[in-house]
């Protein structure tokens, strides 16, 4: 029998999106975890172009020990996935800043290093360190955030990974120059395997979030 393609799986959760919700961490999806941090990562321009750089090429993961492995998707999938439109301050929609033009039109952006930047629909299998060991946790891109300064993305998990769930990255920068880096998630085990270790799973993932906040904190080169 053959493996099911990493871009066929559907994610292993029902409310997609969820991350976006002002509420999550009062009224999270049933039977999951709510989870928010934000702390300040430096300042000024430099640290802003890092920062959102380093967030939209998965940066923030391979910063934080984890090995990242792109699955491309064929083209009827990213093209028919969903970008949310963005909104100034007056209600004004916001045209995407990652992607230029639309449609059959459209093209891929890249980094300072020459790495894509991330967009929906995008398919990846992260390897995270796990004691000695590394867990692979496959992932889809739900939706991004493309606006002046504030970017970011959320992933949801696919099947195979220890968590059921889905996580947000966004970086933003205030009027005063400083740079921010908010993580919104929630989450449960994935299986009854998952939640006979749930107190180590839960230490791992305390680790990696602030394995997080210091890959976009650390010094500039």
Known sequence: MSRQPPWDATVTYGAVGGTKAPDLLAFPP???????????????VARWEHAWQSTMTWGI?????????LNESPAEVTEGTYTPVAFDGAGRPVAPELTAGSGEESEVVYGA???????????ALLVVPFWFFGVHAPCRVIYVIDEPNRKGFAYGTLPGHP??????????????????????????????????VYPVLRLTQTMITRRYF?????PLG
């Open 214 to 218: 210091r890959s976009l904190s650390d």
């Open 61 to 69: 993961q391979r910063g934080s020990g984890m090995r990242v492995q």
């Open 163 to 196: 968590e059921s769930g889905e996580e947000a990255f966004i970086v933003d920068q205030t009027e005063d120059g400083s740079v921010w880096l908010t993580i919104r998630a929630f989450s449960r085990p994935a299986g009854w395997l998952w939640w006979m």
């Open 113 to 123: 290093e020459g790495q894509s930047f991330i967009a929906p629909g995008d398919t």
């Open 30 to 44: 049933t039977g999951f975890r709510p989870f928010e941090q934000r702390s300040r990562i430096g300042h000024g």
